[in-house]
């Protein structure tokens, strides 16, 4: 009877103990860092990398803490099958399983990006898309800049800052360079519904012209509540033929966006982009209009005023007038706030 009793003792240790290695060891698969590394990185994988070659370049560059663990899962969880060469995303958390399921998976990671309105340079953020997808900057830039390819999708190198329309957008992070652009054309058609264009051809514009007009009011107030009107102004301007005269215009013209005060000097500049010497809209936009702006030109306010001025309270919103008499009195109220505040 004692004998009977201690095998079940026995047994029941075996079990116990077995049941505790086992969640030391699934502790240890799913919990444990495995990497020694502080902020996200990626990692280079060619295609005569192997199971222990990343082992090894993890070891060395990554810190790496059981290499023999990370062999024997890798093997368990077929990594050679599935192993392709790229560029793989290393977070510090990640635990020995979550490690082979990146470059098992990675390919299929999946990254959010946000493109803002107002942004002066839509090639700018080209570098903020490279860092977050695989392929390098320079081959995003080089799409950019190429004329041809631009072509196909209906733009051209003064217009292209019209395409993207500001959101958050979900990216493979393998995306290619022509795929991130044919995603940007897809969102613009999708924006670009029937209703838009019926109220962009009731405003005589192209979506094109929309957008470059809607940079145009973007960058003439933030206040989103005041857009439709400074839209409806400039439309009145249009449609009588009137200079836009639109200080953002000759600030983008000088390549001088942070310009306080317009000068009659500033002018002068010899620009297609300067609306007080060229009727109609510039060639195209001078930013990525926001979203905003862009509902404003086509929900314009109807109203008489051709002429606009800053308010002399800083405020950010405008005084709108229908002569130019009014338009003075405005503008002298302006001018003398900027002269009292030493803006120059």
Request: hydrophobic share 40%; aromatic share 10%.
């Amino acid at each position: 009877m004692k004998t009977l009793k201690s095998k079940i003792v026995k047994v029941a240790l075996a079990i116990g103990l077995l049941i505790l290695v086992a969640i030391s060891v699934i502790t240890f698969l799913y919990k444990s860092k495995a990497l020694r590394i502080d902020s996200e990185t990626t990692m280079q994988i060619s295609s005569s990398d192997s199971i222990e070659s990343i082992s090894a370049k993890l070891s060395e560059n990554y810190g790496l803490k059981f290499p023999s663990v990370f062999n024997l899962v890798a093997k368990r969880m077929n990594l050679n099958k599935s192993l392709k060469n790229g560029r793989y995303h290393l977070v510090p958390n990640m635990t020995i399983v979550e490690l082979v399921r990146v470059f098992r998976e990675g390919k299929n990671r999946t990254v959010n990006l946000t493109f803002n309105g107002n942004n002066d340079d839509f090639g700018l953020s080209l570098k903020y898309v490279g860092q977050k997808l695989e392929p390098d900057i320079a081959d995003f830039t080089k799409l950019y800049y190429d004329s041809a390819f631009i072509a196909s999708l209906g733009f051209n190198d003064a217009t292209i800052t019209a395409l993207p329309i500001p959101d958050t957008y979900n990216f493979y992070w393998h995306t290619s360079p022509q795929e991130f652009f044919q995603r940007l054309k897809k969102e613009y058609d999708k924006f670009w519904n029937n209703d838009r264009l019926l109220k962009a051809e009731q405003c005589g514009l192209t979506p094109i012209e929309v957008a470059t007009l809607a940079s145009i009011v973007c960058k003439e107030t933030n206040k989103v509540d005041e857009m439709p009107m400074v839209a409806g102004m400039y439309l009145n301007r249009l449609r009588i033929e009137m200079p836009l005269q639109a200080d953002p215009t000759i600030k983008f013209a000088l390549g001088e966006p942070g310009l306080k005060r317009i000068l009659n000097i500033h002018l002068k500049v010899e620009s297609p982009y300067n609306t007080y010497m060229n009727k109609g809209l510039p060639p195209g936009p001078i930013c990525v209009p926001t979203k905003q702006a862009l509902e404003a030109v086509l929900n314009f306010s109807q109203h008489g005023f051709v002429f606009m001025c800053a308010k002399e309270d800083f405020s950010g919103y405008h005084n709108f007038s229908s002569t130019y008499a009014e338009h003075l009195k405005n503008a002298h109220l302006y001018q003398t706030a900027l002269d009292q505040r030493g803006i120059k």
